[in-house]
């Protein structure tokens, strides 16, 4: 057992060689804690007379004063110098750890539901090989449509059925509205459909399998204008508050009236001139968004809704496409997404 | 399609204070999309794209039409000047013809040709065409050849018929017959190219029984226009639009006229046509009449009537559209328009129109929706207001919201173990199956498709992945790979079943493809998976993976009879699981 004032001394003479917060630490514990040095020495009070109680007592008192007092001034005297003593140097590179990447259809797809989640579009998923019936009957595209040749759409080797027709490789999103309706059985109807879609395309521009998104909403009293109000909203919210939509007639069959969608192109702001060029990008300031419409009452009959009485509106839209536009992306040949290239995926 | 034509060319037909860069505008937004406007010398040229149901539209007088309906509701000023339809007629075919030459025209299967016109000139002379005319076709992207064959393309650009020229004196004994070519017959088009026909394409035969049309594709070189001709047979018709597009495709003579007729074209705008022909014939090239007219048109086409209701209108298009608003529009785009008023009924449905389709529009207009759709893109879709659809609450089935999410947490948590994400087409080359012992019948397989390299659908990711593997060798030095993709398992007599999976390869080591699976489970919390040693004919050193009784996946090394055949360089290890 060491005597108190000893103990100070062997303290002081401890406190001499310590150079870190961690080593003081352990010596205030070492003389400080439950178990330490002068804890020890109040132990033995007990068998004192009062009057050396009264006396060791106070000694011990001072000495822990003491104690706490020096090792305070070391701790400030350490922690001032802790920022010029690091040993680290902070410009050398940390760990490796590797980093993956996900494909842009994936980013892609992720952002557009979130987009149509918020006003209350579910997300569905359908065949995507699909009968004929689906992909083109019910959507008011008779069998003689050039859409339905084998230059537009491929075909499954497999024998036709009775009712619905060829198998086929979708060719389009839009078999989706037929699935849903039929799903839901009457309205109100909010769908989203991303999938994938097939053409027999296939050369330095096109692919012959890419995304495709469906947008269609049913109800009692749905126009134009909520057609034209939910497609801008999806503009502003995918390339953003600084962009402009349009509406221009055109023609599909499973939508009257039909329309294509432009949006006012990113890299002219719209103005088809960048200095005294032509913008290259896009048609003096738009670009084509995709196409969009009413849905054909034969569309509605063919789903079990009764046109009379609900009408709708719905769009199909590439997913690659509306990504390969979105600012900053940086890409401008689908093939790259497909050709397989990690040098090129690696990048997203 | 797309077709190129001038500024004032479109003012011989309009009489407008819009300026051409005021017409791009306001047509695009309500008509005919004008996608570029070029000022060249002093005039201007539009391209403009025209939609498959329009090909009304696809020539100077169909966006003259289309202008004098919307330039006004922009304030313009817009009035055709004189309707063509209405001017040139089979009565303008001026006195009685000398009849000295004869055609004779069997038609073999009616169905081929919904018209067909053609007439003789004699004293034809060959020479340049009046620079009017060729400035406005090179302006228009057609080379300006000479006087016969200018007015042809001069003829379709104006009113959207193509018409067709042959030197009469190589036609044998006059006879033009109509018929369904045969499979591997041979013809020598105008551009000198010899072609086998596939069979059924809509062919003309002369009195010698050599074919001297590709019809509504292109002539043959054997009865063109020479410099020397002196009598030539003008003939214009209507096609069957199927047979068309399927020659075009076919032989890859994709030419102007071929996508005009294979739109389906109106046989009564093919009088009109031809009377404006022979006007010009007459005047640019000296020829007179030598020939009776032919005209062969056994179902006439009739005008159509729709029913439209002013308060459907109003419903569909979302604003309160007037009723003289509807009617000044329909009139201007050449449909004529009767109301009508319910007032009788206990529960009125109020106004109504009687519209009358002009036969060039039949095709396109036969519903209530299609006037509608008349009357919204004239009056502007820039004109109404932004609605975001009234919200409601639409279940989201719990399977599906599960796979998503799941789907996404997998995405992201492999891209943040270093993995990349690939996607591959859903279809793979037999040669592929081949290599790794599938059996091809299996399969789905594609019955047109366009590269055996996409001829079967998959039914596993490995295939795809193997290849992804193989390809990137070199590239990287650790290359882990995955994809999260759809399979397709054959059904009897029914569509597929689709499957979603999860594929990884990586080219490290097993430990590091366990490790992987492992780490995924534990994140997406799916406890009770047990691995054991197992079977999976790509593998060597295979393990299962069960999820209770069930197995769900499996992963191992890529055996080393693969890694043979497929000629590679460096060990891969790889895992497939099924996501239900």
Known sequence: ????????????????????????????????????????????????????????????????????????????????????????????????????????????????????????????????????????????????????????????????????????????????????????????????????????????????????????????????????GTIDYFAKEFFGEDRETRLRPFHFQFTEPSFEVDITCDLCAGTGRIADEKCKLCKQGWLE????????????????????????????????????????????NMRALYDGDIRVLEQF | MNIKITYHWLLDYLETDADPYELQKYLSLCGPSIETVEKIGDDYVFDIEITSNRIDMASVFGVAQEAQAILPLFGKQAKLKFNPLNTYSFENLKAEPTKTHKLSVPIEDPTLVSRFTAIVLDNVLIAQSPELISKRLNLSGIKSINNVIDISNYLMLSLGQPVHMFDFDQIKDGVMKVRRSKKGEKLTTLDSKELILPGGDIVIEDGSGRLIDLCGIMGGENSSIKGDTTRIVFFVQTYDKKAIRKTSMVTGQRTLAATYFEKGLDPERVESTFAYGIELLQELTKGVVCSELTDIYPHKKQETHVKAYLKDIQRVIGVPIEEEKVTSILTNLGFTVKKHEDTELAYPDGVHFDVTVPTYRVDDVSIQEDIIEEVARVYGYHNLPNTISPLTYIKQPKYISNLHTVQYRTKYFLKHLGLHEFLNYSMVSGDLLNTLDYQISDHLKIANTISSEIEYMRTSLLPSLIKNMKDNSGRKNHLKLFEFAKIYEPKTGDLPQELHRL??????????????????????????????????????????????????????????????????????????????
């Open chain 1, 1 to 228: 057992m060491m005597s108190p004032n000893n103990a100070l001394h062997t303290f002081q003479e401890d406190l001499k060689i310590i150079t870190s917060l961690e080593s003081l630490i352990a010596l205030e514990t070492q003389y400080l804690g439950k178990n330490g040095v002068l804890n020890d020495a109040l132990k033995l009070m007990k068998s004192l007379d009062p009057d050396a109680r009264k006396t060791l007592g106070q000694e011990i008192n001072r000495i822990k004063r003491t104690i706490v007092e020096h090792i305070s001034l070391k701790k400030s005297e350490l922690l001032s110098n802790v920022d010029e003593r690091s040993l680290v140097d902070v410009t050398l590179p940390g760990k490796k750890y590797e980093s993956g990447s996900l494909h842009l259809a994936t980013y892609a797809i992720e952002e557009i539901s979130a987009i149509f989640e918020r006003i209350g579009f579910i997300r569905m998923s359908y065949p995507e090989i699909e009968w004929e019936w689906f992909s083109f009957e019910a959507l008011n595209m008779p069998a003689d449509h050039p859409a339905r040749d084998d230059f537009e759409t491929f075909f499954i080797d497999t024998p036709v059925h009775e009712k619905w027709g060829k198998m086929v490789l979708t060719p389009h999103t839009s078999s989706g509205q037929i699935r849903e309706m039929l799903r839901l059985g009457k309205p109100p109807i909010r769908m989203i459909n991303i999938a994938k879609t097939y053409r027999p395309n296939w050369d330095s521009s096109h692919v012959p399998m890419f995304h495709q998104f469906e947008g269609m909403c049913i109800d009692k009293k749905i126009n134009i204008t909520h057609l034209k």
């Open chain 1, 289 to 332: 968004l995709g196409g969009t419409g009413m849905v054909h009452p034969n569309v509605l009959t063919a789903g079990g809704i009764d046109p009379k009485e609900y009408t709708g509106w719905a769009f199909g839209f590439g997913v690659e496409r509306v990504m390969m536009m979105k600012p900053g992306v940086g890409l401008n």
């Open chain 2, 503 to 580: 594929g990884v390869v990586v080219n490290t080591d097993f430990e590091d493809l366990k490790g992987i699976i492992s780490a995924l489970f534990q994140e997406l919390t799916i406890g009770n998976i047990l691995v054991k040693s197992g079977e999976h004919k790509l593998m060597s050193s295979a393990a299962s993976i069960y999820r209770g009784d069930e197995m769900i996946g499996s992963f191992g090394a890529l055996h080393q009879k693969y890694a043979e055949k497929l000629n590679l360089t460096e060990q891969m290890y790889i895992a497939e699981i099924d996501f239900k």
